[in-house]
């Protein structure tokens, strides 16, 4: 099975970080968001990824090299309109579309089972959601065949919980309801064409596996620190010196005054003296954090240097020209 990740995206939620680099590179532990997934593809056996790209696209193009395969789009041509790009690279097969800012560790195989036993022309991945307010939901009947969708509806008004991931199987019939337009997009044009013509379509519902679209600074925070706490089944190096402490190469905590867990700190960092350090607590790879700093509740991206004295709560630190520090695949 082949897979593309949607990488074209503005990600105008998570700015100003996103005036720096693209959304799925945005750091989550030792490595970009993109760089989880296709890690988390290749586990499950996909070899043949490709990304379609827009924004910042040398940045993504220069970090993966020819690991994975490209389309670039000079003007955006919708969710569904970037896939479209990519036909020729699916093949005759089912295939998998995946949003590249999904932090997730959804069961890809578990996930193909149920759209083979569906029977169906594509199956939509869904996680029960809380606040319906946030997401575009999905209505189905007994046998899981979607019947209609809500966009962000208010909780009193929902016919259902269930959130578009925007993790998508699908058989090349797909493109049969696609319209002639150069701007297409899932939710408004192939999902309502699918419906028109009584094709059957399924939702797949991920139960307890892990998403989070990361599509804002506070759920890249809290995507980050469920990484760190087993909220998140996400791979990532480092040593456990004492529960819930991980500690990358050459990082010491010679010096620091107090570190309260949950703390996950990268490689290479330095780290001054009297340093407190209070969970839930990311430090990236070659970070610096100087003497006296205060830390809580808070994500440090790689690279990132906070003076002498810094207090930081509840906050994420960064700086321009963070791709420099972003730890690189195989590395």
């Known amino acids: 099975?082949?897979?593309?990740?949607?990488?074209?995206?503005l990600g105008t939620r998570l700015r100003p970080l996103t005036h720096e680099i693209p959304k799925p590179m945005v750091p989550v532990l030792d490595r970009p968001v993109m760089a989880h997934i296709v890690d988390h593809l290749r586990r499950a056996g996909i070899q043949d990824i490709v990304a379609n790209l827009h924004y910042f696209p040398d940045t993504i193009r220069d970090y993966f090299g020819d690991a994975i395969e490209y389309v670039e789009e000079e003007e955006l041509s919708g969710t569904a309109g970037g896939v479209r790009r990519c036909r020729e690279f699916f093949g005759d097969g089912t295939f998998l579309v995946f949003s590249g800012d999904a932090l997730t560790d959804i069961d890809i195989e578990r996930f193909l089972a149920a759209h083979r036993a569906n029977g169906g022309v594509?199956?939509?991945?869904?996680?029960q959601v809380a606040d319906t307010q946030e997401y575009g939901v999905i209505v189905h009947d007994a046998q899981g065949r979607i019947s209609a969708f809500q966009e962000k509806p208010h909780p009193d008004e929902?016919?259902?919980?269930?959130?578009?991931?925007?993790?998508?199987?699908f058989e090349p019939e797909i493109f049969d309801y696609f319209p002639d337009t150069a701007f297409v997009d899932f939710a408004n044009d192939v999902f309502p064409a699918l419906l028109a013509h009584d094709v059957p379509f399924h939702v797949h519902d991920i139960g307890d596996e892990y998403w989070n679209d990361?599509?804002?600074?506070?759920?890249?925070?809290?995507?980050?620190?469920?990484?760190?706490?087993?909220?998140?089944?996400?791979?990532?190096?480092?040593?456990?010196?004492?529960p819930g402490l991980v500690l990358g190469d050459g990082t010491s905590f010679a010096g620091v005054e107090l570190v309260e867990p949950p703390v996950w700190i990268g490689r290479d960092v330095t780290i001054g003296k009297h340093v407190r350090l209070q969970g839930p607590l990311v430090i990236g790879d070659e970070a610096v954090i100087g003497d006296g700093a205060c830390l809580k509740d808070a994500v440090v991206f790689p690279g990132t240097e906070l003076p002498a004295g810094s207090i930081l709560i509840s906050g994420?630190?960064?700086?321009v020209g963070i791709t420099e520090n972003l730890r690189r695949p195989g590395t």
Do not use: P
């Not at 994420?316 to 700086?319: N, P, Q, R, S």
């Open 122 to 127: 594509a199956t939509i991945a869904a996680k």
């Open 214 to 242: 990361v599509g804002s600074l506070v759920e890249l925070k809290q995507g980050t620190f469920d990484a760190i706490t087993g909220g998140l089944d996400l791979r990532a190096e480092g040593d456990e010196i004492e």
């Open 316 to 319: 994420i630190a960064g700086h």
């Open 158 to 169: 929902a016919l259902s919980d269930l959130a578009n991931t925007c993790i998508y199987l």
């Open 1 to 9: 099975m082949r897979a593309q990740v949607l990488a074209a995206g």
